[in-house]
Each structure stands twice: as structure tokens, then as C-alpha cells.
């Protein structure tokens, strides 16, 4: 028996639905990185964030750029802060931390941008540009080893720094004294 293209009881497409799952998944993760109190918990949170992003771009036809983003965001940059915060940090946050102070006017901030962005999404006349397109990842390759391979070779060697620094916060010795005995 084939799918049909919409839900039989609501009638909104399959690809709208996993939409509104997806970016209700990653908003409601992004919410979780900024309020929770357990530095733990708030990197999970963003793995999660990340993966609803990963969902998104699929969802949008870029496979490859789906690929790049679980291999990069939740494979190398989200795994590095948990493994250098648990290896560095206490798990729980103090009392107070310094951003909960500035709640208020953080909010008002956020208000203010979603109403702008919301704003400009309504007036813009997408036109060609609001259909989905497929992303040729052959297209896509030869111009990123062709034209942009030196900021490609600049940034894995920013993650190569990245993993290096955090394994030597990792090793530091806590009293102050380096490693030179």
C-alpha cells in the first residue's frame, strides 16, 4: 500500500509535518542550551539542535551539506566542548550565573528579532528562489577542492588547533605549574 502524499486525517503534506517536527525540535533544543544549568545537559541539548539542522538541510535536498554538518558539528565541535568542559569544569554551574542578570533585557532583544525576522520573511516576494533544489554534490565538490580549497585546508587546520588546545587545558596541572617538572 503506497504512502500518500498528505496525512490522511489533517491533510498537510509529509515534508511540511517533518518540518514543523524538525523546528520545533531544534528550537526547543536551542531554548535548553541557553536556560539549563548543567553544562552536560546543555551540550546534549545542542548535539540535539545540531542533528534538527541536519534533519532540515536533508529535508531541503542538500545531503551533503546534512553529511558535513553531522560530521563536523555533532562529530567533531559538539563532542570537543563536552569532552573539554567534563575534562576541565564542574558539572553544575554556580548559583547565579552572569547572563541569568540580563533575562530581561535578553528577551525584549530576542522579541524584537523574531518580529523583524518575521517581518521580512512575509514581505519578501520569493518567487524561483522559495522552491526546494537539489544540490549536486559532484557541482559541489569540484568547487569546493577547485576554487575554495584554501579556507577548506584553513579550516581543518582551526580544528586541528581546536583539538590541540583543548587536550592541553586537559592535561594542564590544576595547582598552575606546566607540564615541565
Known sequence: MPIPEAIPIVGISW????????AATML?????????????RCGLALIVCFASLAGLYVLLGAPLLAGA????????????????V???????????????????????AAIAFAVLLALAVVSTDWGEAGRRIATGTGALARLLFDQYVLPFEVVSVLLLVAVVGSVYIARRDPRGRGDDR
Open 15 to 22: 515534508d511540511d509535518a517533518l518540518f514543523v517536527v524538525l
Open 28 to 40: 526547543g533544543s536551542a531554548l535548553l542550551v541557553v536556560t539549563l544549568r548543567d553544562i552536560i
Open 69 to 84: 554538518q553531522v560530521l563536523v558539528y555533532i562529530g567533531a565541535i559538539a563532542v570537543l566542548i563536552l569532552f573539554a
Open 86 to 108: 567534563m575534562l576541565t569544569q564542574a558539572k553544575n554551574a554556580p548559583a547565579q550565573l552572569v547572563f541569568q542578570t540580563q533575562a530581561v533585557p535578553a528577551a525584549i
